[in-house]
Structures are given as C-alpha cells and as structure tokens.
C-alpha cells in the first residue's frame, strides 16, 4: 500500500536552533518527493522537489535530503525563526497512478522565542 | 507573483444542498487538481484534470463530485446532496506539467451543518 510516514507528529524548538523532520515512504515507483510547507488555515507551498537521482537540494534555511535505496527523506531547518512555526509535509509522486501525490500527515513545529 | 485563487474562502451549507467551489489556477498552467483535508487529517488527493477531462480520480471522487472548466479560467468543484462528512478544506491546485511542481490556493473551507 502507498504510504507516507513522517516523524515525529509535532516539535517544539527554541529560535534560532535547528531540527530535522524525517520522513519514510512505501510509494512506488515514484517519479519525485517534495517537502511542502502549510500555515494554519492555508494552502501548502512548495519547499523542494527531488527526484529518484537527487540526494539532496536546498531551499534557503531548508535542506532536503533523499535515499531511495531506504526509501527515507529529511527535512532540515538551520537556524529556526517564529515564521517557521507550520505543518510540514511530505509529499511522494505516484507514477503509477498519473503522478498523484500521496501526503504525509505532517510534523507541526512550533518554534518558541 | 501568480497565485491560484478559491472562492468563496468559506462557505456553510444545510446537508443535502449542492456547492460549487471556484478556483482560478495560475495562467499558463494546464493540469489542475482538487484536494481535500478533513480537519486534522492528511490531505487526501481529489481528482486531476488536463485537457478538459480527469485524468485521474481516487476512490473518494465518486458520483456525489464533478468538475467541470466552464470557461478558459475557471476550474470548479460541484459538490451534489452534501454529507455532514464533506465538511473540509478543499484545495485546488495546478502545474505546468503533471510531474513538476504544483501550486495550491488558500483552500475554500465547507462546513455542511
């Protein structure tokens, strides 16, 4: 069954600290995996996309990170800010199915000032 | 920058009655998707459309939905007899191309009382 595995369910850190968000996924075969990021009440908004040959990308404070042979992904934030206190996503793109995305349930973080 | 856009930002709704949600995806975009995410649960894939036709739909898309793209801007979400269990955010979302990165609106939130 495709699913999308994230951990842990929510975590608080101190600003300016940085955390790593995990995420394990049984999809396949999928054509990429995307971190999103969701406020409260909001739409998702994209963070980074890998595909199958990209071990890891960079978006800014954000570093994903992919190993396909485990079939596990990460998350890093470097030096957290109020602002980044959201749900963030795991996302993995089915190609079997006409690249429908298969969401993770999500890590809440709250950073703390 | 462009943006998808959803109207109305909330709607309520007698159980039974028939919703239109309205989305307005990014210009020059060709595939569109509905989402949705009952509170506090996972988003959950709806159906994708290209081409004036779904290319995709989950087992949650059945006879009570349809889409329809009434015009060369508008991408609409009818729901017919609405359940009490409708009640959600409904994300519309699209993308240049199906396998690259989608963009997803603010969400419409339905409550059927």
């Known amino acids: 069954k495709n699913q999308v595995e994230q951990s842990p369910q929510s975590l608080i850190i101190l600003e300016g600290k940085n955390c790593t968000l995990q995420?394990?996924?049984?999809?396949?075969?999928?054509?990429?995996l995307r971190w999103y990021k969701q406020d409260t009440g909001r739409g998702p908004v994209s963070l980074t996309i890998?595909?199958?040959?990209?071990n890891t990308k960079s978006n800014g404070r954000y570093t994903a990170t992919l190993d396909a042979d485990t079939k596990q992904s990460s998350l890093h934030i470097t030096a957290s800010q109020l602002s980044d206190s959201a749900s963030y996503i795991c996302?993995?793109?089915?190609?079997?199915?006409?690249?429908?995305?298969?969401f993770g349930a999500g890590t809440i973080l709250r950073v703390k000032s | 920058e462009p943006e998808v856009t959803q109207t109305p930002s909330h709607q309520v709704t007698q159980m039974g009655q028939e919703v239109i949600l309205r989305c307005v995806p990014i210009?020059?975009?060709?595939?569109f998707y509905w989402y949705r995410q009952i509170l506090g649960q996972k988003v959950e894939f709806l159906v994708s459309?290209?081409?004036?036709?779904?290319?995709?739909k989950s087992e949650i898309f059945d006879d009570q939905f349809s889409v329809e793209r009434p015009d060369g801007s508008n991408f609409t979400l009818k729901i017919r007899s609405t359940k009490l269990e409708d009640s959600a955010m409904y994300f519309c979302?699209?993308?240049?191309?199906?396998?690259?990165?989608?963009?997803f609106g603010q969400g419409t939130r339905l409550t059927v009382v």
């Open positions: 979302a699209s993308s240049v191309e199906d396998d690259l990165e989608a963009f």
């Open positions: 995420c394990n996924y049984t999809v396949s075969p999928f054509s990429n």
């Open positions: 890998m595909t199958f040959s990209e």
């Open positions: 996302v993995v793109v089915n190609l079997e199915y006409g690249n429908k995305l298969v």
């Open positions: 210009s020059n975009h060709l595939y």
């Open positions: 459309f290209y081409n004036n036709e779904i290319s995709e």
